[in-house]
Structure formats: C-alpha cells, structure tokens
C-alpha cells in the first residue's frame, strides 16, 4: 500500500515569496490533515478536510495561507507571502472516513526555511 | 481552545532504565493516541486508547488512558537505544473532530 506522499521534499525561499505544497493521501482515505511542526514543537493543526469539504481551519493564518482539496484526493497547501516564522515542516496526514476513530498516516513532510 | 500538554519535555536516561511521558488535556477527550517521531522523521502510530481507564500494553510499552478521559501516560520498560525519539499523544475531543497534538516527549537513551 502506497503510503501519504508530498513534494517537494525542501524549500528555501526569501521572505515575501509563495510557496506551494503538495500532497497525496493514501487511497480511500477522506480526512486529510496539513500540520506545521515548527522545530522542538508537537505539530499543529492548519487545516482538516473531510473529502473536499474543510472540517476545521480555526489555525490557518488566512491572510496569508490557503489550502484547497480538489474532487477530495489531493491536496496543496499555499504561502504567500512567507515571512520567517513560517520556516517549519509542513505534514500531510490522512485518515480513513471514520472521523475520529482511526490512525493518521503522515507523510514525510516538507521542510521549508524562510530566509 | 483545546490544549494537550506534555512532560517532561525532554527525558536522558541511561540504557535499561524506565521511562515514562504523561499527557493532560485542557477538555475531555473522546480518545488519544499515541505517535513516535524519529529524528528528521515524520510521526508514526503507536496506538489508540478509547475506553475510561484502559491499559494497553505493547512489548515493554504501556499505555494508560485516565479515568476521567484527560490524561494519559506512556511508560517504558528498560528502554533501548531504538526507543530514542519524541514521543507524542494526540486526542480528539466529544465536541470536535480535529486530532490535536501535544507538546512531546523528547528521550535520549545514553548506551
């Protein structure tokens, strides 16, 4: 079974740029998560879809990030525009439809640094 | 909003000693799960706790879920060196569907 995979793997940007990322949950899966996990921290949850529509995003700075699940498979995650703080590892996890009541299966991640 | 803290927030123990990492919501929790990070690695599941009090054991980790649903423990027996990692709980509460992490345990284990 193919696992939760995202792109790119790193990232390095000047501050005031975009940034895009991207992933694909495991297949069948309809609650996908976008965590930041800043360096030392437990991750924090950005934003939750369940299938295409958003379950939770009372974390995601609006103002300057954006994430959308196309037909409820893949999902990209956008920046812009970054600023330092937002120098972190971006996790995608995905979950089986029982909201609630099944593991989240993380990809490996992008680490992205702002400079 | 909903918090889950840690402690300790990091743990150097001496191989073959016991070690153990609790966790306290500020809500109760409908269940918590329990996830390992390697270092420069994502999150793995460990497992998922769900009814009042229940005790989960795997090899030489137990897990505790606490009876009134907003704590929850890890311990490890006579840890070794492949134990080394930050150890995370994760909880959904009644109210919510969103799985909130903690803060994390950080172990060293010293050969």
């Known amino acids: 079974e193919a696992g939760v995979a995202q792109s790119p793997r790193y990232k390095i940007i000047e501050k005031r740029q975009s940034v895009a990322f991207w992933c694909n949950p495991i297949s069948g899966h309809a609650t996908l998560y976008w965590y930041q996990q800043i360096l030392g921290q437990g991750p924090k949850l950005l934003i939750q879809f369940q299938n295409n529509g958003v379950v939770d995003d009372s974390q995601l700075p609006k103002d300057r990030f954006s994430a959308e699940r196309l037909k409820g498979v893949d999902s990209t995650l956008k920046i812009q525009p970054a600023k330092l703080e937002d120098s972190a590892v971006y996790l995608c996890?995905?979950?089986?439809?029982?909201?609630?009541?099944?593991?989240?299966?993380f990809g490996q991640g992008t680490r992205l640094t702002v400079v | 909003g909903q918090q889950v803290m840690q402690i300790p927030q990091y743990q150097h123990v001496q191989e073959g000693e016991d070690f153990t990492t609790y966790c306290n919501s500020s809500?109760?929790?409908?269940?918590i799960q329990w996830y390992k990070q390697r270092p420069g690695g994502h999150p793995v599941f460990l497992i998922q706790?769900?009814?009042?009090?229940e005790v989960k054991k795997q090899k030489r980790l137990t897990f505790q879920f606490g009876e009134a649903k907003k704590n929850s423990s890890l311990h490890i027996t006579a840890t070794q060196t492949t134990d080394v990692g930050t150890y995370f709980c994760?909880?959904?509460?009644?109210?919510?569907?969103?799985?909130?992490f903690g803060s994390g345990t950080r172990l060293l284990v010293r050969p």
């Open positions: 996890a995905s979950s089986l439809p029982r909201t609630g009541w099944h593991e989240a299966f």
């Open positions: 809500t109760t929790l409908s269940n």
């Open positions: 994760a909880g959904f509460t009644d109210s919510s569907y969103k799985l909130i």
């Open positions: 706790l769900v009814k009042s009090g």
